[in-house]
């Protein structure tokens, strides 16, 4: 008669079997099929927990990782054999400034090239182009609930800058009419008016108050405290305070910075990175100009208006939003380096090339996105600001490289 036996199972209560007998003794077994289960269970629920984590993940990451832009032949896209070459030959010898141009055309990229050192990696400081993006962050704030309607009173998001100017417990205020008269204005100014450079400012984008605005402790304020010459709402003038004072007016009503909604909401789904986006004294960022990014993220963001505010399935910024900004909501029939404009919608521009209507973002001396939505075609512009160049007339040159792109089609 041999001694019984005990083998221990980590986790589980102790079977003992004798070997003298013809059947064994099972203690606890009802124990043992518990436990078992027991771990069975937690062990199953944790693996399913990870793999729905790991597919969750995979999904959004995959997300935001951009997805590398299709190249097909110029030839398959309408373009005459060796046309590029000659074009090529053309834009190296018209701008010393220039760094990038890409044209998309129906379904993928025709052309691309660097100039003057330029590379894919380079980034470009893209300027008056990030007005245009502001205009995109706005669709979303709207489309989000945040902002009720764009024709909500700037000082009603932003009060702490509506405050009266006419009156003082300390006495009498110099000019106390005229700023009276200024203050009624002001509560009248909407986003609408602002988004449409229809502001009503005394303003001149290209004069001296340019600089004061840049050296303001408080760009906001300086941009709300000017005078106003005309009613909102009647005359376009352009104005880089206006997208300023818009870009803060979102940010406050999103409730957090303009880069980290604008990233979260806008770039991280197009698949678009910024590089750079200055800030203003007080800490926000410069609504009106001073972002980076490449020449294909730039083209990145010219495909997601070509595509009704889509990237890829997912609808980025709201169609109507798309349409509506880039319909003509302000009159304007001329522009001294824009050949035959005709309109401006919000934070966008609109001319015709070659009978082809456009729509797009501009930038100082040279950038350029530009959609041509019945030619399915998407082009960018980039120059180089560290070299040699003309500043608005790089514009001017671009435009007339663009009609000779459009008119071979």
């Known amino acids: 008669m041999h001694p019984a036996k005990a083998f221990p199972i980590s986790g589980l209560k102790t079977r003992v079997y004798s070997e003298s007998s013809t059947s064994s003794v099972i203690i606890s077994e009802t124990a043992d099929r518990q436990a078992a289960t027991s771990i069975n269970t937690n062990t199953m629920f944790r693996l399913t927990t990870l793999f729905i984590s790991l597919f ?27 046309f590029f070459d000659a074009f090529t030959k053309e834009l190296e010898d018209s701008s010393k400034a ?5 044209v998309w055309r129906k379904k993928g990229i025709v052309y691309e090239h660097y100039f003057h050192g330029a590379t894919a990696e380079s980034w470009f400081n893209i300027k008056s182009i990030t007005k245009s993006t502001v205009s995109a962050m706005t669709g979303i704030a709207l489309e989000k609930k945040f ?60 004069g001296t108050m340019a600089g004061v605005f840049l050296n303001s402790s408080d760009p906001i304020k ?20 206006a997208t300023s004072i818009v870009g803060a007016a979102v940010a406050k009503a999103v409730g957090t910075d303009l880069r980290s909604f604008a990233k979260k909401n806008l770039f991280d789904p197009a698949g678009i990175t910024i590089r750079r986006w200055d800030v203003d004294p007080v800490g926000r960022e410069m609504g009106g100009s001073e972002m980076y990014m490449t020449a294909i993220d730039m ?33 304007l029939d001329y522009w001294d380096i824009l050949p035959n404009a005709n309109g401006y919608g919000y934070f966008w521009w609109r001319r015709k090339t070659n009978g082809h209507q456009t729509f797009f973002a501009s930038g100082a001396c040279g950038q350029l996105i530009v959609v041509v939505p019945d030619l399915e075609m998407v082009i960018v512009a980039a120059t180089r600001l560290d070299r040699p160049h003309r500043n608005r007339e790089e514009l001017k040159m671009l435009h007339v490289m663009i009609d000779k792109l459009t008119k071979e089609l």
């Not at 590398?68 to 030839?75: G, H, I, T, V």
């Not at 220039?98 to 890409?102: D, R, S, V």
């Not at 998001?157 to 110099?174: A, D, F, M, Q, T």
């Not at 997601?304 to 009159?331: C, D, P």
């Open 98 to 102: 220039l760094g990038a141009f890409i």
């Open 147 to 206: 902002i009720a309607d764009i024709n909500t009173p700037v000082v009603n998001i932003l009060p702490e800058y509506g405050k009266p100017r006419s009156v003082s417990n300390k006495g009498p205020v110099l000019f106390a009419g005229w700023l009276a008269y200024n203050d009624s204005v002001r509560r009248t100014l909407t986003l609408r008016h602002l988004l449409t450079m229809q502001h009503g400012f005394e303003w001149n984008d290209f």
């Open 56 to 82: 969750i993940f995979s999904i959004s990451f995959a997300q935001f990782v951009p997805q590398p832009l299709k190249n097909f032949s110029p030839d398959s896209a309408g373009f005459k054999p060796g």
């Open 222 to 241: 300086f941009s709300l405290d000017l005078p106003f010459s005309d009613t909102p709402g009647r005359k376009f003038v352009y104005c880089t305070p």
């Open 299 to 331: 083209m990145r963001f010219g495909l997601l208006y070509l595509n009704k505010g889509k990237a890829g399935s997912k609808q980025v910024i709201a169609r109507s939003w798309v349409e509506a900004s880039t319909e003509a909501q302000a009159r």
